[in-house]
T-cell receptor, first 110, second 117 residues
């Protein structure tokens, strides 16, 4: 199972773009990358998922380089309500476990 | 379409008692996952179930813990003879497709916070 490494915490200000990078050096061919967001006292919420190149939805973009050994979650113009823990996961279609790391605590300041 | 439901939201037990945590997946979802989260830590996978079957319980402690997902009714995570170390938030998630499907999004419930006195 691929292990992920991401920064423990990040600070930002309202209106800025935030990029959180996750390393997954031993990602396998059939693995895909998923990001979740978790607010205090709530369950995680799916943000975005991708396999390669770039994926964009209404809340974020996910950039995955050609070697897929890392990925970057991009949050455009963050607001105070984006303060949360962001988890990067690598999951394979051949496996059953979902491994959550410690996540990145994002603090958005006014 | 209601989301994943978990009850109770808070559960207090004394050491040695049993704890039963319930999870109703989203409508149409037949795959359920249970996770445990200690304060300031990430979620730890416990068990993955499909209707009436345990697919992977490799994250479940060997003793005192069990899970089921019957044909009818919610999934149950059962902890017997609870100890203080069992105090944690327990999250349930459901998905419409199993782990062997690509792009499988999990939908999480609000969690049950278990406190063992």
């Amino acid at each position: 199972l691929a292990k992920t490494t991401q920064p423990i915490s990040m600070d930002s200000y309202e209106g800025q773009e935030v990029n959180i990078t996750c390393s997954h050096n031993n990602i396998a061919t059939n693995d895909y990358i998923t990001w979740y967001q978790q607010f205090p006292s709530q369950g995680p919420r799916f943000i975005i998922q991708g396999y390669k190149t770039k994926v964009t939805n209404e809340v974020a973009s996910l950039f995955i380089p050609a070697d897929r050994k890392s990925s970057t979650l991009s949050l455009p113009r963050v607001s105070l309500s984006d303060t949360a823990v962001y988890y990067c996961l690598v999951e394979g279609t051949g496996g059953f476990k979902t491994i959550f790391g410690a996540g990145t605590r994002l603090f958005v300041k006014a | 379409n209601a989301g994943v439901m978990q009850n109770p939201r808070h559960l207090v037990r004394r050491r040695g008692q049993e704890a039963r945590l319930r999870c109703s997946p989203m409508k149409g979802h037949s795959h359920v996952y249970w996770y445990r989260q200690l304060p300031e830590e990430g979620l730890k996978f416990m068990v993955y179930l499909q209707k009436e079957n345990i697919i992977d319980e490799s994250g479940m402690p060997k003793e005192r813990f069990s899970a089921e997902f019957p044909k009818e009714g919610p999934s149950i995570l059962r902890i017997q003879q609870v100890v203080r170390g069992d105090s944690a938030a327990y999250f349930c998630a459901s998905s419409p497709r199993g782990r062997r499907s690509s792009y499988n999004e999990q939908f999480f419930g609000p969690g049950t916070r278990l406190t063992v006195l």
